[in-house]
């Protein structure tokens, strides 16, 4: 069974950082695309940033460009999503996925999906 945790969310105020990690349980993790995404209350779920099977191709939302950090480590399973410079409106549960494909990785399409952690930034 695919397991995918988060881990890092927490309190914040605004101008903070925080580093969220994702612990994958996939056999192949080297051959997943990993994204992060959010939800704010009452808002759909967002995508913020993705990484490539190899950590070379990264992407980012226009609202975390220059402020967040995507990165991975093949050898521990893990995704990391550095957060500097924090606003409120990053306030939301951000949610780790997992995902076969390279294609459309700005989107919700993912195979599997962490139970997401809380990050609130307090103004």
């Known amino acids: 069974q695919v397991q995918l945790v988060e881990s890092g969310g927490g309190l914040v105020q605004a101008g903070g950082s925080l580093r969220l990690s994702c612990a994958a349980s996939?056999?192949?993790?080297?051959?997943?695309?990993m994204g992060w995404f959010r939800q704010a209350q009452g808002k759909e779920r967002e995508f913020v940033a993705a990484?490539?099977?190899?950590?070379?191709?990264?992407y980012y939302a226009d609202s975390v460009r220059g402020r967040f950090t995507i990165s991975r480590d093949n050898a521990k399973n893990t995704v990391y999503l550095q957060m500097n410079s924090l606003k409120p409106e990053d306030t939301a549960v951000y949610y780790c996925?997992?995902?076969?494909?390279?294609?459309?990785?700005?989107?919700?399409?993912?195979?599997?999906w962490g139970q997401g952690t809380q990050v609130t930034v307090s103004s």
């Open positions: 996925a997992a995902k076969s494909s390279g294609v459309r990785v700005t989107t919700v399409e993912y195979n599997y």
């Open positions: 990484i490539s099977w190899s950590g070379g191709t990264t």
């Open positions: 996939l056999r192949t993790f080297s051959s997943y695309v």
